[in-house]
Every structure is written in structure tokens, then in C-alpha cells.
């Protein structure tokens, strides 16, 4: 008898392109607003559906690709393409200020790398359970760590370097993560969604108390004394910023995005002929980008 996650699991991977239609159209609205109309937030608000939807068909796309390589390399191509027409996508149009900022499907390439690393250290703790070879759970402990760090890195960088970032960050990557470890169980996955929400907001709220008011708090630079020692003053920022918490505004904006699983989950019951070409998704993203920063050109 077949388990009710292998169905879910089987129907999402037929069923992905309405997903990704989906995820397509609730991006470029995203995109439109942020460029063309950045103080409609309904706009943004849409939007945030699209992430969610990227990152479970990359952890789908991850498990079920025959040529890992060549699906790793489609992303490194088309996030370094995508890259220039990004740098422009702003309400400002000025690439100066977005120089460092790095586009998601770059993101989705790092994330890719990070689940190859951690499923090839989950393989090898098993093969150490079968041998008991102390070889093989170095190697797999010392996968799993490096897993990590590249989870971390986004951010990390990000602390480090003043205007670097990379698409969803840490945040992303966990995503993904996530709908790679426990995507087919909805409960759990929804569960895992808020507490990553919460820890989200807390990190970016650390974050930003360092770059903007840590000598408020006597915390002389320091990262570590945001994100460890600070914690109640972290929090209250947080809550105060924009009414964060009662109104999903502020940190807690990307939280909107939970919405995001009713597509994801709900889709694959309904039964659809829509089919694209697997390099839709890739040309779109340059594509729209492109056309929305010359409309913006045009109007400005």
C-alpha cells in the first residue's frame, strides 16, 4: 500500500507546473509593485507567495532531477544573466545602490550546492551505521557542518560586508531545507514555516539593531551581543517597528508568505494539462525584469 506522502509526493512533482505559473505570475505582480508602484503593498503583498512556492519545487526539483550537474549549472548561467537586469530593479533604477545585492536564483544555485553537501553527509552517517567506519562518520559530521555553514552564509556576509546581500538569505536556504526534509507532511511543514517566520524576524531585527542602534544598547559592534545577549531589546524593536507582529508588517512581512502553502498543497488535487517548457521558468525571470525596469526607464 502506498504511503499518503509518497501520493502527495508523486501528485506535486506531475502537477509542479501550475505551481509554477502560479509562483511566476505572484512574482511579477511582486516586481511590478516594487519598481512601477512601490507604495501599493497589496502588490508586495501578492508577491510574497511566489518565494515558497521557488523553494518547494527546488527541493522537489533537487530530488528528482536526473543530471544534478547540469541542473545546478542551468541555475549559475541564468542567476549570472539575471543578475544585471536586477540591479536595476528598484523604484530608484539606480544599480549604484544594488551593486551587492544578488538575485534568488543565484540563491537557489548556493541552495542546491548546500542540499547536495547535506544529503551526501546524511549517506555517509548511514553507511557508518552499516560499517561503523570511524572514516565515514568524520566525513559525514564534517558534510553536515559544512551544510550548515553554507546555510549561515548569506548572512554572515552579509554582517560583514555593509550592503551585501543575497536574496532571502538564510532564510531561504531553511526554506528550502525544510521542503526537502519534511515537505510531504503538511502539518509538521506548517509548524516549521512559523517558527521559521519567528526566527527570521528575530535575526533581521538583531541585524539591523547592529547596523542601526546597538550603541543605543552599549553593544560596542558587537553581532553576537544583538543576536545572544540583547534578545528582550531585540524583541521590542521588533514589536514596535510598524506594528510587526498584530499587522505581519515591518520584520514579520515575509511572514505573509505562509498563504503560499495553500497553492502548494491544494494544487495538486486539481487536475490540469498545463504544461511548460522547462526553460520558461529560467528566460522569464531575466525577461520581466528587463521589460519592467524599461517601462520604469520610460515613465521616470
Not at 536595476?88 to 534568488?104: A, E, G, K, P, T
Not at 526553460?279 to 526607464?297: K, M
Request: contains cysteine; charged residues 15%; proline residues 3%.
Amino acid at each position: 500500500m502506498v504511503s499518503e506522502s509518497v501520493k502527495l509526493t508523486e501528485k506535486s512533482t506531475s502537477r509542479n507546473d501550475l505551481l509554477k505559473l502560479t509562483a511566476m505570475i505572484t512574482m511579477l505582480i511582486d516586481h511590478i509593485g516594487a519598481v512601477l508602484f512601490p507604495g501599493v503593498m497589496i502588490l508586495r503583498t501578492i508577491g510574497r507567495i511566489a518565494f515558497p512556492i521557488f523553494a518547494y519545487q527546488i527541493s522537489k526539483g533537487f530530488r528528482h532531477t536526473s543530471d544534478l550537474k547540469k541542473y545546478a549549472t542551468r541555475l549559475l548561467i541564468f542567476g549570472l544573466i539575471s543578475q544585471i537586469p536586477y540591479m536595476f530593479l528598484d523604484h530608484n533604477l539606480d544599480y549604484r545602490s544594488r551593486i551587492l545585492i544578488f538575485n534568488v536564483i543565484l540563491l537557489f544555485f548556493i541552495a542546491v550546492c548546500m542540499l547536495y553537501v547535506f544529503r551526501k553527509g546524511i549517506s555517509l552517517l548511514r553507511e557508518y551505521k552499516e560499517n561503523k567506519s570511524l572514516k565515514k562518520l568524520g566525513m559525514g559530521i564534517g558534510l553536515l557542518i559544512c551544510s550548515f555553514a553554507i546555510v549561515i552564509l548569506p548572512d554572515v556576509l552579509q554582517v560583514l560586508i555593509k550592503g551585501l546581500t543575497i536574496s532571502y538569505g538564510s532564510y531561504g536556504l531553511l526554506m528550502i531545507l525544510m521542503f526537502y526534509l519534511i515537505g510531504d507532511n503538511i502539518p509538521v511543514t506548517v509548524i516549521g514555516y512559523i517558527v521559521l517566520s519567528f526566527l527570521s524576524a528575530y535575526e533581521h531585527g538583531a541585524i539591523y539593531a547592529y547596523q542601526h542602534q546597538y550603541k543605543i544598547w552599549g553593544a560596542h559592534g558587537n553581532i553576537f551581543r544583538c543576536l545572544f545577549i540583547e534578545y528582550k531589546s531585540v524583541w521590542k524593536l521588533i514589536a514596535q517597528y510598524n506594528n510587526n507582529l498584530e499587522n505581519l508588517r515591518g520584520f514579520f512581512f515575509q511572514s505573509r508568505s505562509i498563504i503560499a502553502l495553500i497553492p502548494i498543497y491544494a494544487f495538486p488535487m486539481f487536475k490540469t494539462k498545463i504544461k511548460l517548457n522547462k526553460y520558461v521558468g529560467y528566460v522569464f525571470y531575466p525577461l520581466h525584469i528587463t521589460i519592467i525596469v524599461l517601462i520604469g526607464f520610460l515613465i521616470k
